[in-house]
């Protein structure tokens, strides 16, 4: 079985752009999370979403924005990029919420 | 308050033990958890152990858990060059099953 994938693996953005992560959900789990990690640090949760549902978010300001399809599969956007957004976004995923499994990252570079 | 903290580097010579040590700081955490990261890589669920546990063990991988320390600890027997990586400890707090909480990791070097 396909585990959680991510697209696309890296991305090279501008200051001000927007930009939008796709994250696909292991088969049956119905719960998708979005972590930021910055070089360095460990990663830090941003959103879950559940059913379709926003279920948690983090301390991360309103230029992120996620939501989750039909599928279950996920999108995070952020809007007017800063180059402090530039790190690896992990997108996680779990059957209701608990255990999770991660997939292999989005490296996002803002120049 | 939710805080997870690890030391950052810890050197072992290839065929001994290794130990990494977390402390945390939400008593009614439900689960904690050992991820692995490898350069350039995702996360890698390596264990987890559920807060009314005291040790698990799979494999060549022991956790052990002392919760009126708040004290978790990984032990990897007969170290070998593929472990090479970043371990994250992290936490899941009670009721809030959304998200984990993850330490900065500690980078595991592998001495020859």
């Known amino acids: 079985d396909a585990g959680v994938t991510q697209s696309p693996t890296h991305l090279i953005k501008t200051r001000g752009q927007h930009v939008t992560l796709r994250c696909s959900p292991i088969?049956?789990?119905?719960?998708v999370s979005w972590y930021q990690q910055v070089l360095g640090q460990g990663p830090q949760f941003i959103f879950q979403?559940?059913?379709?549902?926003?279920?948690g978010r983090g301390n991360f300001p309103d230029r992120f924005s996620a939501r989750q399809f039909p599928n279950y599969s996920s999108e995070l956007n952020v809007n007017a990029l800063l180059l402090g957004d530039s790190a690896l976004y992990l997108c996680?995923?779990?059957?209701?919420?608990?255990?999770?499994?991660f997939g292999p990252g989005t490296r996002l570079t803002v120049l | 308050g939710e805080d997870v903290e690890q030391s950052l580097f810890l050197s072992v010579r290839e065929g001994d033990s290794s130990v990494i040590n977390c402390t945390y700081t939400?008593?009614?955490?439900?689960?904690l958890y050992w991820y692995k990261q490898e350069p350039g890589a995702g996360l890698q669920l390596l264990t987890y152990?559920?807060?009314?546990?005291d040790m698990k063990q799979d494999q060549r991988l022991t956790v052990l858990l002392n919760k009126k320390d708040k004290h978790l600890s990984l032990r990897i027997a007969d170290t070998q060059t593929g472990d090479s990586a970043i371990y994250f400890c992290?936490?899941?707090?009670?009721?809030?099953?959304?998200?984990?909480?993850f330490g900065k990791g500690t980078r595991l070097h592998i001495l020859p």
């Open positions: 939400d008593s009614s955490s439900t689960y």
């Open positions: 152990i559920f807060s009314n546990m």
């Open positions: 996680a995923s779990s059957l209701s919420g608990g255990t999770q499994y």
């Open positions: 992290a936490e899941s707090p009670q009721n809030r099953d959304d998200k984990i909480i």
């Open positions: 979403y559940y059913e379709k549902e926003e279920r």
């Open positions: 088969s049956g789990h119905k719960s």
